[in-house]
């Protein structure tokens, strides 16, 4: 075996089968930060957010509000991202707690695996044709994938042991959005960089049962999930707007 790949898969393993994560003393509440266009318009001082975790993925941290911020989460499990990432990726990037999938850990170098603030969770990609139970993540300790956000969430109720969770960027999309994808992050976004934002009906679809799934699953056990991005076409979660949090 390749001595670089005996190690990957050496690093990988302790990592996701020996470390802990669950993180103690953490707050009640989160705000999971997605990757939509109404961050724009967000104002990342509001009084809202004090006191509240705040969570992101990709190349949120790379958006000037976020310049001083620091996160209790971040995840990078796409694929293509994965792929290209390199040490300027990190620059800006203030997470004790940044999450990579077991599938995507390959892509990174053995120096980006042996940082301490890396860490791999087990995963598995979502599949429409299987029945999931809360047991079979909590107690199995591995997480949904299939987009950014559904897994943030599971992230943050399983891990993060978050009672409420809010939601913001995540201006989702509709069937009619389909035919025009290139506003559909905020300004200067680099994954656009990296690839064009391709979805069809069918991905659509599956997305859309990946969040069904998460707010089954966990409204039964009374964690709240409330979205709080202005005119979001997400509407599998009680919408609020807070004033506060727009420019």
Partial sequence: MNINLFVKKFLIWIKSNIYNYKLKNIRNECVIFGSGPSINKLNIDSEFLKNKDLIGC?????????????FRFYSLIDIDYSKSINKNYFKRLNC????????NAYFFNIQTLLRRDI?????????????????????NNFFLTGNSVPFLIQIAAFLGKYKTIYLFGVDHFDATDLQ???DMNFSDYEGRNVKKLSI???????????????????????????????????????????DDLID
């Fill in 96 to 103: 004790k707690n940044i999450l990579i999938s077991t599938k």
């Fill in 200 to 242: 069809n009906k069918e991905k659509l679809s599956y997305i859309n049962n990946l969040y069904k799934l998460i707010k089954k699953l966990l409204s039964n056990k009374g964690i709240k999930i409330i979205n709080l991005t202005p005119n979001s076409k997400l509407k599998y979660f009680k919408s609020v707007i807070v």
């Fill in 58 to 70: 990709n190349f949120i941290h790379k958006n000037n509000k976020f310049k001083s911020k620091d």
């Fill in 180 to 182: 025009n994808l290139e």
């Fill in 119 to 139: 860490k791999v969770v087990k995963t598995k990609v979502f599949n429409l044709q299987q029945n999931y139970k809360y047991d079979d993540i909590s107690i």
